[in-house]
């Protein structure tokens, strides 16, 4: 029986070698959806808005291309009232996804391809009766949409803006770059290189070293061996296809239709471009 904590665990250290300011970027992510379940200044005498504690908040979290379920996880420490949906077509990731969350009545995992237009319609099948109540309050995804090239994100922006409520919010955290700083983007990089190397020393798994553990446990070979053939399939192993800067993200939101689009999050090298739906 695999001790899927521990995968978990191995999964978010060797993300954290590659994104040493991981938890922050979740934090942000976090704030905004607290932000998005409180009432407005307008609806009420703003003297009175004052946050009540966030426990007590029932967010409907769409995990985006969720993997193993990292921001479920904490999305469901700071909500505990909260409901997600993990999202992904990752037999692999999927497989720990299911173990971790198998005791857990507030998650639903499923498996969605977001590599064609139709994944909102398999999503509404599989949930059945579950987004009567009128959509997701928000929509996160963190280091996962680089894997579909730009036509497909552009999409998917679309696609899951139908799946929000009016007030609604999509998050995507990723590599994105500032376009106005170019001369720094390299020496960045460089920074964000060093601190990767160290962990790598330090016995943190690298992306590659990580795949190969799967392969070598028995109960996840199987589920790793499926997610190889699938992903060899489609493109190879290359997963940065598309490493669009923000300026493109914020644009391509508003052509998706959402009311508002900007950054709640910053980092060297990544941001978490927001948009929301018209209230």
Not at 171 to 183: E, K, Q, T, V
């Amino acid at each position: 029986m695999s001790d899927w904590e521990n995968w978990q665990r191995q999964w978010d250290a060797q993300q954290e070698a590659y994104l040493p300011d991981r938890e922050q970027r979740f934090a942000a992510m976090l704030d905004t959806v607290e932000a998005v379940m409180l009432p407005s200044e307008s609806s009420a005498d703003s003297e009175s808005q004052v946050a009540g504690p966030s426990e007590l908040l029932t967010p409907r979290v769409l995990d985006l291309a969720g993997g193993t379920g990292s921001i479920s996880r904490r999305v469901l420490q700071r909500f505990p009232k909260a409901t997600t949906v993990v999202l992904d077509i990752d037999a692999a990731l999927l497989a720990i996804a299911r173990g971790s969350f198998a005791d857990d009545a507030r998650v639903t995992v499923a498996e969605v391809d977001l590599g064609t237009g139709t994944w909102p319609s398999t999503l509404t099948s599989t949930l059945g009766s579950a987004l009567d109540a009128g959509g997701f309050d928000a929509v996160l995804t963190a280091t996962a949409l680089h894997w579909l090239p730009a036509e497909r994100v552009q999409g998917v922006y679309a696609e899951a803006r139908t799946l929000l409520r009016p007030g609604g919010v999509l998050i995507n955290a990723d590599y994105m770059i500032d376009p106005g700083l170019p001369s720094l983007t390299d020496g960045l990089a460089q920074v964000e290189r060093r601190t990767r190397y160290a962990r790598w020393e330090d016995g943190v798994p690298s992306w590659e070293a990580w795949w190969d553990l799967l392969r070598a446990d028995p109960e996840l070979s199987g589920p790793t061996a499926e997610r190889d053939a699938f992903f060899a399939q489609r493109r190879g192993d290359d997963h940065t296809e598309s490493l669009m800067d923000v300026t493109w993200h914020q644009e391509a939101l508003l052509k998706a239709g959402f009311a508002e689009t900007g950054l709640v999050w910053r980092g060297l090298l990544d941001a978490a471009v927001t948009g929301r739906t018209a209230l």
